[in-house]
């Protein structure tokens, strides 16, 4: 099986973090976990995260440079487009 952090998308990461916290519900995103490998049926009929989707889910965590420089993008555009505001009303 290939590296599964490339694929998940944000559905199937929300889909996992909620098997992860106890709350998976079926959807077609879990669905397709489930036929991945990356979630696995649990004894009382619910849903359980197997070690690879636990190793998908930590992997498609953003790291903290991400995090950093998406709010630092962020803040830039927002400068940027007070200062266009400002320019246009004078």
Excluded: N
Aim: contains cysteine; proline residues 3%; glycine residues 12%.
């Amino acid at each position: 099986m290939g590296s599964w952090a490339t694929v998940l998308d944000f559905a199937h990461r929300l889909a996992l973090q909620a098997v992860h916290e106890g709350e998976g519900e079926d959807s077609p995103a879990l669905r397709s976990l489930l036929a991945a490998g990356l979630v696995g049926r649990s004894d009382d009929g619910g849903y359980v995260v197997t070690p690879a989707g636990e190793a998908a889910l930590k992997a498609s965590r953003p790291s903290r440079w991400e995090r950093i420089s998406w709010r630092f993008l962020v803040v830039c555009g927002g400068i940027l487009s007070t200062a266009i505001v400002i320019d246009w009303l004078r």
